[in-house]
């Protein structure tokens, strides 16, 4: 057998197509409604002849498209948005301004004897104002003149969106215009000899996106701890580019990570509600589970769930009824799971004290807090939501978490206890999330490293 080394990447070019985006949220909904089917498609022929090669520009790739597939994906409006540049007429002058360290704008509109009173007028502007007041070094400003008056600006905010302001007859206007850019799917896989960030950055993938991996598959496998050499993994995922430059690596479809011979796999779907995505095995269900094991980044659990513990302030034999998590004063907490705050106050030996409602007659409490978060009493909490952070408040000997876990009124060991997973794709969606994902999965199975074996010489 051919030893396999590293990782191999496929970047499929054919596949592109310049599509206007609208915001970032409607991309990822592309993502879903146009780009799987076609993934599926083109990559279903392309696999045929599978190698490792950057594919050819034939025309494997029928044209995208854009009618909404799913009740999950509502209609987004395509319009065709030129590119937002600057239309200057010949007898304008242009200027990029570029931002240096600590320069405000109105420094620089002086600098270029620009006219401070436009800049006041566009910067009270309600959809330019924060894009305007916030600056920072390395930005540029394309600002359009006419001697002293402005007549233009432009400004990139970010990937997609860009602020443009025209002065018209009766005044400055602002907009917001998003700009075309190009999807392209990846296909990256390795195989891990020394480090998994090793083996994806010899396939050409970002330490981001390996972290992605590792966060989609973190309830599953430790990467700190049970990662071995041998271990496989297959990513597909977006790249966002403009007229040919690559600006950003996207989100991750699917992936696949072979950890100790088990296989996890997840493919990336959009909620139902609020059209946040999530990931779901190929039998539909979370790769979450319903809470964290720990609320917080500790630094070392400086004391165990443990119903004899002599206690270290009042020295007498008190249940200790959670875990003690110790970390930096400050450290963000965050809420376990889903969930209401019932309890947000100073709470006697407990200190400042958060308690979360969760479904399944679960509470979770937060104490020792050094402040807490802006939630109150009534709000709804996501899981990974800042609550508050990390403190000595109460009866403590040095800053940490105290964390309970409650089911049903009774404590149960935090470190220990079943956790339930998360909610599954509703069986509403169950047939559409199949049908979406059932060529990634195929595609995992094409691109699936074959097992390392050693070199014999
Ligand atoms: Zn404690």
């Given at each position: 057998?051919?030893?396999?080394?590293g990782g191999?990447?496929?970047?499929?070019?054919?596949?592109t197509?310049?599509?206007?985006?609208?915001?970032?949220?409607?991309?990822?909904?592309?993502?879903?409604?146009?780009f799987?089917?076609?993934?599926?498609?083109?990559?279903?022929?392309?696999f045929?002849?599978?190698?490792?090669?950057?594919?050819?520009?034939?025309?494997?790739?029928?044209e995208?498209?854009?009618?909404p597939l799913?009740?999950?994906l509502?209609?987004?409006?395509?319009?065709?948005i030129?590119?937002?540049?600057?239309?200057?007429?010949?007898?304008d002058k242009?200027?990029?301004?570029?931002?240096?360290?600590?320069e405000?704008?109105?420094?620089?509109?002086?600098?270029h004897?620009?006219?401070?009173?436009?800049?006041?007028?566009?910067?009270?502007?309600?959809q330019?104002?924060?894009?305007?007041?916030?600056l920072?070094?390395?930005?540029?400003?394309?600002?359009?003149?006419?001697e002293?008056?402005?007549?233009?600006?432009?400004?990139?905010?970010?990937?997609?969106?860009?602020?443009?302001?025209?002065?018209?007859?009766?005044?400055?206007?602002?907009?917001i215009?998003?700009?075309e850019?190009?999807?392209?799917?990846?296909?990256?896989?390795?195989?891990?000899q020394?480090?998994?960030?090793?083996?994806?950055?010899?396939?050409?993938?970002?330490d981001?996106?390996?972290?992605?991996?590792?966060?989609?598959?973190q309830?599953?496998?430790?990467f700190?701890?049970?990662?071995?050499?041998?271990?496989?993994?297959t990513?597909?995922?977006?790249?966002?580019w403009?007229?040919g430059?690559?600006?950003?690596?996207?989100?991750?479809?699917?992936?696949?990570?072979?950890?100790?011979?088990?296989?996890?796999?997840?493919?990336?779907?959009?909620?139902?509600?609020?059209?946040?995505?999530?990931?779901?095995?190929?039998?539909?269900?979370?790769?979450?589970?319903?809470?964290?094991?720990?609320?917080?980044?500790?630094?070392?659990?400086?004391?165990?769930?443990?119903?004899?513990?002599?206690?270290?302030?009042?020295?007498?034999?008190?249940?200790?009824?959670?875990?003690?998590?110790?970390?930096?004063?400050?450290?963000?907490?965050?809420?376990?799971?889903?969930?209401?705050?019932?309890?947000?106050?100073?709470?006697?030996?407990?200190?400042?004290?958060?308690?979360?409602?969760?479904?399944?007659?679960?509470?979770?409490?937060y104490?020792?807090?050094?402040?807490?978060?802006?939630i109150?009493?009534?709000?709804?909490?996501?899981?990974?939501?800042?609550?508050?952070?990390?403190?000595?408040?109460?009866?403590?000997?040095?800053?940490h978490?105290?964390y309970?876990?409650?089911?049903?009124?009774i404590?149960?060991?935090?470190?220990t206890?079943?956790?339930?997973?998360?909610?599954?794709?509703?069986?509403?969606?169950?047939?559409?999330?199949?049908?979406?994902?059932?060529?990634l999965?195929?595609?995992?199975?094409?691109?699936?490293?074959?097992?390392?074996?050693?070199?014999?010489?």
């Amino acid at each position: 057998m051919k030893p396999y080394f590293g990782g191999i990447r496929h970047n499929y070019k054919n596949r592109t197509k310049k599509i206007p985006v609208a915001t970032k949220r409607h991309w990822s909904l592309f993502l879903c409604g146009l780009f799987i089917p076609i993934l599926a498609i083109t990559l279903f022929f392309a696999f045929e002849s599978d190698n490792a090669q950057v594919i050819s520009e034939t025309a494997y790739m029928p044209e995208p498209s854009v009618e909404p597939l799913s009740p999950l994906l509502p209609p987004t409006q395509i319009e065709d948005i030129q590119p937002a540049l600057i239309q200057n007429n010949t007898q304008d002058k242009s200027v990029t301004l570029r931002v240096g360290q600590g320069e405000t704008l109105e420094e620089l509109f002086r600098r270029h004897n620009l006219s401070l009173g436009d800049l006041s007028v566009m910067a009270r502007l309600p959809q330019a104002a924060d894009h305007l007041r916030i600056l920072l070094p390395g930005d540029e400003i394309l600002v359009g003149h006419e001697e002293e008056r402005v007549i233009s600006l432009a400004r990139e905010i970010d990937e997609i969106n860009l602020l443009k302001i025209t002065k018209e007859a009766q005044g400055f206007t602002a907009e917001i215009i998003k700009r075309e850019v190009e999807l392209r799917l990846v296909n990256a896989h390795g195989n891990i000899q020394r480090s998994l960030f090793e083996a994806a950055q010899e396939a050409g993938v970002a330490d981001a996106i390996t972290m992605n991996m590792a966060g989609i598959f973190q309830w599953d496998i430790d990467f700190i701890q049970d990662v071995r050499i041998g271990d496989r993994f297959t990513i597909i995922y977006e790249e966002l580019w403009r007229d040919g430059i690559k600006l950003t690596d996207g989100n991750i479809i699917a992936a696949e990570f072979i950890n100790q011979g088990t296989p996890f796999r997840a493919a990336r779907f959009l909620g139902v509600t609020d059209g946040t995505a999530d990931y779901f095995t190929p039998e539909g269900l979370s790769v979450r589970k319903a809470f964290t094991r720990a609320p917080v980044d500790f630094t070392r659990i400086s004391s165990n769930f443990d119903p004899n513990r002599r206690h270290p302030v009042l020295n007498t034999i008190r249940a200790h009824r959670g875990v003690d998590y110790a970390a930096p004063t400050g450290t963000p907490i965050k809420a376990a799971g889903d969930g209401k705050v019932i309890f947000r106050s100073a709470r006697n030996g407990y200190g400042n004290t958060v308690i979360l409602q969760h479904g399944g007659n679960i509470t979770t409490l937060y104490a020792h807090m050094s402040r807490f978060a802006s939630i109150r009493v009534g709000s709804r909490v996501t899981q990974g939501q800042t609550i508050g952070f990390v403190g000595m408040s109460g009866l403590a000997t040095g800053p940490h978490l105290h964390y309970e876990y409650r089911v049903n009124d009774i404590h149960r060991n935090p470190r220990t206890v079943a956790l339930p997973p998360a909610d599954p794709i509703s069986s509403e969606y169950r047939e559409e999330f199949d049908n979406l994902t059932a060529p990634l999965w195929q595609q995992l199975d094409v691109h699936r490293p074959p097992e390392f074996t050693a070199v014999s010489n």
